[in-house]
Structures are given as structure tokens and as C-alpha cells.
């Protein structure tokens, strides 16, 4: 199976800039999507594409991915972006595929 | 706007059946992509299966935890995804989410991406 790896959590003090790392085998060739979660709610698209923005998603979120490494990035992050963060990529062999997800605290 | 509302979620024993169902509306559900999401208590996101759209064959894949357990279909004269669950584990119990996809033309091929999340439903397998 393919597998994403996450750190399991980052802070961020408010108004910095905060990344959070998705790693996976060559990662880079295929596309990659971050879903942001809040307490008690469902998860919500903040990049598809590897850095492609849905409409109503902040510019503050951005988004890369090279290698086997891909990046969500908030910058000037607010309290409101406290959540669970997951990636996820297609495997043609295990088909969709989630990290294990990381918390951000904003304090 | 895109509204995807599931329903069906309750408690099973071990070894029982289960079927989920998810109505939409807000955007052209026969030629949607579809995938179930689940979410175990306090756990991470685990994709369960995805349904095609009739017009890319209407094909079917599944994650390996649940093959041959699950069903995915859809309905498209109701504009409704279901989810058949047999065999019912313990290792089941999850908030099921529908989900619909986007999708966008890089490099001139078609790209897929789970878009739009419904609210959830709850299932419980417990003895």
C-alpha cells in the first residue's frame, strides 16, 4: 500500500507562517489536495492540484510539491485556522490516499 | 450550491448489513464522480470507495479494507449515492462522508479531486 506521513502536530503563534510537510514515494508525480477539518466538522478542500485554490479559500493558504515531499503553507495564520490538516494523493494500486493528518494549534 | 445530505447510519452487530444512502442536489449528479470517506472516533480520514460517472463506465473501486464487503451505486434519476455495507466489523464503526468531486484540465488531461463533503453519518458496530 501507499502510505503519506504527517507530523502528528505544528503550532504557530498568530500572524506567523506555518508549513506542514506531506511525505510519500515520489510524491511529486501525482497531484496533491489538503483538507482542512475544525472540531466537529467535515473536512473542507484548501488546495487541489498541489497549490490550485477553491474559490473562498484565503490567499494565505498555499501549496507545493517536489520529489517526494509536498507542503501546505499558511501565512499570517489566524485562530481560526486551528484544525486538523490531511493531504491526500491518488495510488493507481490503493486508490485514494490520506495522511495521517496534523494538528495545528495557533496560540 | 452543491448540498450532499447522508442518512441510513445506525447500530449493528458484527456480521449484519447496513446500507447509506446520500442525496444531493446543487450540481449535475450523473455526470459526478462519487466517493465515500470514513472517519473512526478520534482517527484520521480513510477513503472506503469511489463510483464514476456512467458516462466513464460507472466503474467501481474500493479501498482493500472493505472489498468484497462494500457496494458502492448510485441512482442517478434520484441524484443519490448509496453505500451497502454486508459483513459489518467492529473495525467499521466511522462517521461515513459523502463526497463529490471537481475536477480541472492540467496539462490538457482530466484531473479528479474530492471536492464538496456532505455532513455525515454515524455508524456503530458493537455487540
Known amino acids: 500500500s501507499y502510505d503519506l506521513t504527517q507530523p502528528p502536530s505544528v503550532s504557530v503563534s498568530p500572524g506567523q507562517t506555518v508549513s506542514i510537510t506531506c511525505s510519500g514515494d515520489?510524491?511529486?508525480?501525482?497531484?496533491v489536495c489538503w483538507y482542512q477539518q475544525r472540531a466537529g466538522q467535515s473536512p473542507v478542500l484548501v488546495i487541489y492540484?498541489?497549490?490550485k485554490r477553491p474559490s473562498g479559500i484565503p490567499e494565505r493558504f498555499s501549496g507545493s510539491n517536489s520529489g517526494n515531499t509536498a507542503t501546505l503553507t499558511i501565512s499570517g495564520a489566524q485562530a481560526m485556522d486551528e484544525a486538523d490538516y490531511y493531504c491526500?494523493?491518488?495510488?493507481?494500486?490503493?486508490?485514494?490516499?490520506f495522511g495521517g493528518g496534523t494538528k495545528l494549534t495557533v496560540l | 450550491e452543491v448540498q450532499l445530505v447522508e442518512s441510513g447510519g445506525n447500530l449493528r452487530k458484527p456480521g449484519e448489513s447496513l446500507r447509506l444512502s446520500c442525496a444531493t442536489s446543487?450540481?449535475?449528479?450523473?455526470?459526478?464522480?462519487m466517493s465515500w470517506v470514513r472517519q473512526a472516533p478520534g482517527k484520521g480520514l480513510q477513503w472506503v470507495g469511489r463510483?464514476?460517472?456512467?458516462?466513464?463506465?460507472?466503474?467501481?473501486d474500493y479501498a482493500a479494507p472493505v472489498t468484497g464487503r462494500f457496494t458502492i451505486s448510485r441512482d442517478d434519476s434520484k441524484s443519490t449515492l448509496y453505500l451497502q455495507m454486508n459483513s459489518l466489523k467492529t473495525e467499521d464503526t466511522a462517521v461515513y462522508y459523502c463526497?463529490?468531486?471537481?475536477?480541472?484540465?492540467?496539462?490538457?488531461?482530466?484531473?479528479?479531486?474530492?471536492?464538496?463533503w456532505g455532513k455525515g453519518t454515524t455508524v456503530t458496530v458493537s455487540s
Open positions: 515520489k510524491l511529486g508525480d501525482e497531484y
Open positions: 491526500q494523493a491518488w495510488d493507481k494500486n490503493t486508490g485514494e490516499v
Open positions: 446543487g450540481f449535475s449528479f450523473n455526470s459526478a464522480w
Open positions: 463510483i464514476k460517472s456512467k458516462t466513464h463506465g460507472g466503474t467501481t
Open positions: 492540484q498541489d497549490n
Open positions: 463526497v463529490t468531486y471537481g475536477t480541472s484540465s492540467p496539462d490538457h488531461e482530466q484531473y479528479y479531486y474530492m471536492d464538496v
